[in-house]
């Protein structure tokens, strides 16, 4: 189901002013707190000039551990997200979209190729996506365009992940560079094609951990003594993290001294209204350069993030909504649709042949997401049910438009707030039940019988192409084992 929503528009020029007047009503309160919705603030639209063909680019942006209810376009009441407010209003918002994975090698996997994990067979950030799947910039390279590729985390340079598949011009990891400054990168190589088509991908980094936005949005949503030595709430959270992680040095450096949760929590906030930031200044530079009106523009991100939900922080294990749930926004020149939302359930996959339905291009064979035109467009398509894995084929997941199916596939404990316990069933009403906290897996064995019966359907028949071959040093592995992954 589709509608059209009112035409806002903040351009990034009135970012600082929306933030002064904005933040005038919520600096006295600690996050967490009940927020008053700010008065609505009438800014000049953007103007944009129709383009009357398909756009000459595509830029597609995926913003690391992004959760959607964390943008005050999906509805966040304290974090403020100007730009991506104003993209939404432009262009295609998707609010029910979910990711293939919780981990950020086999989600973007499941992005550049629209196949399942058990199709690429790539299970976590230690693999590689082998040479057989098509990936979104071969088809583009194919057709003639030029391709691009920027990311922030060493796991997705080509050698590990080998996602550089198809992208003659790909520039590797500089251990988290931020969002300016790989915005820059991206402007000057579009720059430099002289008005030749492209398509580019570029991945941020800058909301995954460690959350360290630069001020002052790091002060953006905290006022308090970070320090303040009657504060226990961080010392009470140390005991539900994976050892890997609260064990290693970088990650002790990172909240050395911190005794606020709260703090830590509003980093990943400052995060979020920095990235969107930047994106605001991407867009204008594209509108100034006299480019928006002839470049399609994809914002997502590959796994959501733990934020105290079922216990577990700064971690994304699990498939609940919190990291699976993600931002899906996009700009199509000259389609027509400006201000369209659509809630109909879709998945990460579906990206692909949306984008390549827009351009002209056929899809790979045997892609597993569908265009998502028809929704678009203000028409139907047949209800669909996200179909999720988790790393380590620990857990997989069901999600439609109500209710969210999990069953764990074996035993580990890596997580002390929630291991995995093999076939256990969790099945969640998400109407009544937002937040996943009721369990209604004994209750409603006829649904339990119906999602059993999907997952059959889903997993029978699945490519199960080889995965590529990751060369991944110590270096890159220590890296991962601080961030919470684990070999």
Same mark, same amino acid.
């Given at each position: 189901?589709?509608?059209?929503?009112?035409?806002?528009?903040?351009?990034?020029?009135?970012?600082?002013?929306?933030?002064?007047?904005?933040?005038?009503?919520?600096?006295?309160?600690?996050?967490?707190?009940?927020?008053?919705?700010?008065?609505?603030?009438?800014?000049?639209?953007?103007?944009?000039?129709?383009?009357? /063909?398909?756009?000459?680019?595509?830029?597609?942006?995926?913003?690391?551990?992004?959760?959607?209810?964390?943008?005050?376009?999906?509805?966040?009441?304290?974090?403020?997200?100007?730009?991506?407010?104003?993209?939404?209003?432009?262009?295609?918002?998707?609010?029910?979209?979910?990711? %293939?994975?919780?981990?950020?090698?086999?989600?973007?996997?499941?992005?550049?190729?629209?196949?399942?994990?058990?199709?690429?067979?790539?299970?976590?950030?230690?693999?590689?996506?082998?040479?057989?799947?098509?990936?979104?910039?071969?088809?583009?390279?194919?057709?003639?365009?030029?391709?691009?590729?920027?990311?922030?985390?060493?796991?997705?340079?080509?050698?590990?992940?080998?996602?550089?598949?198809?992208?003659?011009?790909?520039?590797?990891?500089?251990?988290?560079?931020?969002?300016?400054?790989?915005?820059?990168?991206?402007?000057?190589?579009?720059?430099?094609?002289?008005?030749?088509?492209?398509?580019?991908?570029?991945?941020?980094?800058?909301?995954?951990?460690?959350?360290?936005?630069?001020?002052?949005?790091?002060?953006?949503?905290?006022?308090?003594?970070?320090?303040?030595?009657?504060?226990?709430?961080?010392?009470?959270?140390?005991?539900?993290?994976?050892?890997?992680?609260?064990?290693?040095?970088?990650?002790?450096?990172?909240?050395?001294?911190?005794?606020?949760?709260?703090?830590?929590?509003?980093?990943? %906030?400052?995060?979020?209204?920095?990235? /969107?930031?930047?994106?605001?200044?991407?867009?204008?530079?594209?509108?100034?350069?006299?480019?928006?009106?002839?470049?399609?523009?994809?914002?997502?991100?590959?796994?959501?993030?733990?934020?105290?939900? *079922?216990?577990?922080?700064?971690?994304?294990?699990?498939?609940? /909504?919190?990291?699976?749930?993600?931002?899906?926004?996009?700009?199509?020149?000259?389609?027509?649709?400006?201000?369209? %939302?659509?809630?109909?359930?879709?998945?990460?996959?579906?990206?692909?042949?949306?984008?390549?339905?827009?351009?002209?291009?056929?899809?790979?064979?045997?892609?597993?997401?569908?265009?998502?035109?028809?929704?678009?467009?203000?028409?139907?398509?047949?209800?669909?049910?996200?179909?999720?894995?988790?790393?380590?084929?620990?857990?997989?997941?069901?999600?439609?438009?109500?209710?969210?199916?999990?069953? *764990?596939?074996?035993?580990?404990?890596?997580?002390?707030?929630?291991?995995?316990?093999?076939?256990?069933?969790?099945?969640? /009403?998400? %109407?009544?039940?937002?937040?996943?906290?009721?369990?209604?897996?004994?209750?409603?064995?006829?649904?339990?019988?119906?999602?059993?019966?999907?997952?059959?359907?889903?997993?029978?028949?699945?490519?199960?192409?080889?995965?590529?071959?990751?060369?991944?040093?110590?270096?890159?592995?220590?890296?991962?084992?601080?961030?919470?992954?684990?070999?």
């Amino acid at each position: 189901m589709t509608y059209a929503c009112g035409h806002v528009s903040v351009s990034h020029k009135h970012a600082w002013l929306c933030l002064a007047l904005l933040l005038t009503g919520c600096r006295e309160r600690k996050p967490h707190q009940a927020a008053k919705a700010a008065d609505p603030i009438t800014l000049p639209p953007v103007t944009l000039s129709e383009a009357g /063909d398909k756009a000459n680019g595509v830029i597609l942006v995926t913003v690391d551990t992004l959760r959607a209810d964390y943008l005050s376009c999906y509805g966040h009441t304290r974090i403020l997200t100007p730009s991506f407010d104003r993209f939404a209003s432009m262009g295609v918002m998707f609010r029910n979209t979910f990711s %293939q994975a919780s981990t950020t090698t086999p989600s973007h996997s499941s992005i550049m190729t629209s196949l399942y994990l058990q199709d690429h067979n790539v299970y976590s950030n230690f693999e590689a996506l082998g040479d057989g799947p098509t990936t979104i910039a071969e088809t583009f390279k194919a057709a003639g365009y030029g391709t691009y590729a920027l990311v922030n985390m060493s796991h997705l340079n080509p050698e590990v992940g080998n996602l550089a598949q198809g992208f003659q011009h790909f520039v590797r990891s500089a251990n988290m560079r931020r969002a300016s400054a790989s915005f820059d990168d991206l402007l000057k190589w579009i720059g430099d094609q002289n008005g030749k088509p492209f398509f580019a991908w570029v991945h941020l980094a800058d909301v995954h951990t460690p959350y360290r936005p630069p001020p002052p949005y790091d002060r953006f949503y905290y006022d308090e003594d970070e320090h303040d030595p009657n504060e226990t709430s961080m010392a009470k959270i140390w005991p539900t993290l994976p050892k890997e992680m609260s064990d290693h040095p970088s990650f002790q450096a990172w909240l050395s001294g911190i005794t606020d949760l709260d703090f830590v929590l509003a980093q990943y %906030q400052g995060a979020v209204t920095y990235v /969107d930031d930047e994106f605001g200044r991407l867009l204008d530079a594209l509108e100034s350069q006299k480019l928006l009106s002839r470049t399609a523009v994809v914002v997502t991100a590959d796994h959501g993030e733990s934020l105290g939900e *079922h216990g577990m922080y700064f971690v994304h294990t699990g498939l609940y /909504d919190s990291t699976t749930h993600i931002p899906l926004l996009a700009w199509f020149p000259g389609d027509g649709r400006h201000g369209v %939302q659509v809630r109909d359930i879709v998945e990460s996959v579906d990206i692909l042949p949306t984008v390549l339905e827009y351009i002209g291009l056929l899809p790979p064979e045997g892609i597993r997401g569908r265009s998502l035109w028809p929704l678009i467009r203000g028409g139907s398509l047949p209800a669909k049910t996200a179909f999720m894995e988790h790393a380590g084929r620990s857990l997989v997941g069901l999600r439609s438009d109500r209710y969210a199916y999990l069953k *764990h596939l074996r035993n580990s404990y890596i997580q002390p707030s929630y291991p995995f316990t093999r076939d256990r069933e969790e099945l969640y /009403d998400i %109407q009544e039940d937002p937040h996943q906290l009721r369990d209604l897996s004994k209750d409603r064995q006829d649904l339990i019988a119906q999602f059993r019966a999907e997952l059959e359907r889903r997993r029978h028949g699945k490519l199960d192409f080889a995965p590529g071959k990751a060369e991944v040093t110590p270096e890159t592995t220590d890296v991962l084992r601080s961030l919470g992954y684990v070999q």
